[in-house]
């Protein structure tokens, strides 16, 4: 991976590297909205849908998830007939301020891929959107493991060994509510870092030095020992990327998530913050 490309990139990036890259539109919603629908009314210039339920996520099941890495082959065969390289460098966006588009970057990098998510989603883009789409040439991408060192599982991620960091919003933290899960609340131990909370109102990332201090007053000093998680592994590889880009190193990725742990009637559930 070219060293100078950060998990972060801002449209003067991509303006100053014309030909450089190619653009993956990741729009999904959790209510069951269509991200297709929403690529179809509308996306940047050259800009291919990538279909997280298809391409990005494996079977749902009790025991895996709501929205597990798929095998190695089908993630591949998406990037395929998404045109994708193995040399390309894919900038990634959506309509969140990256939280979503970071599932695609975060399975890109950790398989040794360019990619980064575009600062600010598709409010970056000053220009007009368009509906046009025209499927380019099938491309040449090669199927590979996913990373173990990068990955966590239920026991790991309910071992003290770890810092459990949850990305979601605090309200599901803290067990107020919980639209799709059947049992609200935390990992004991865990801290709350929401991945929203790394973006300004504009769905821009906020000042470094501000990402910084956010984790660290969680006590995440280093994403070395850290686990990140979250209702299901997509809005977790957020904060892992968030964490990269200031430096402060990679993280584990439980990609189960609460959606996994929650299932699990003998794993122990919090509903209070841990006192710091």
Request: charged share 20%; proline share 7%.
């Amino acid at each position: 991976m070219e060293e100078d490309l950060r998990p972060f990139v801002d449209w003067s990036w991509c303006a100053g590297n014309p030909g450089k890259f190619v653009l993956a539109d990741c729009r999904w919603y959790l209510d069951g909205s269509s991200g297709k629908d929403a690529f179809g009314s509308g996306h940047l210039p050259g800009a291919v849908f990538i279909d997280l339920d298809q391409w990005l996520s494996g079977p749902a099941s009790p025991e895996a998830g709501r929205n597990p890495l798929p095998d190695p082959e089908v993630f591949a065969e998406g990037m395929r007939q998404a045109g994708f390289n193995d040399s390309d460098t894919v900038i990634a966006y959506d309509d969140a301020g990256g939280v979503i588009a970071a599932r695609l970057v975060w399975m890109l990098r950790s398989t040794g891929h360019n990619a980064a998510i575009l600062d600010g989603g598709m409010a970056a883009y000053q220009g007009e959107l368009t509906r046009d789409y025209s499927p380019g040439t099938r491309g040449r991408f090669s199927a590979q493991a996913w990373p173990a060192h990068l990955l966590a599982d239920i026991s790991e991620a309910s071992s003290a060994a770890y810092l459990r960091v949850d990305a979601r919003n605090r309200d599901r933290f803290e067990g107020l509510q919980d639209p799709v899960d059947p049992r609200p609340g935390h990992i004991p131990g865990a801290v709350n870092v929401p991945c929203r909370e790394n973006l300004d109102s504009t769905g821009h990332l906020i000042p470094e030095v501000q990402v910084r201090t956010n984790f660290e007053h969680a006590g995440v000093l280093s994403a070395g020992t850290a686990v990140s998680y979250c209702g299901s592994g997509v809005t977790a590889c957020h904060n892992l990327l968030a964490m990269e880009h200031v430096g402060m190193g990679q993280g584990k990725l439980f990609v189960g998530g609460w959606s996994q742990y929650s299932r699990a009637q003998e794993m122990p559930v919090a509903t209070v913050s841990p006192e710091l």
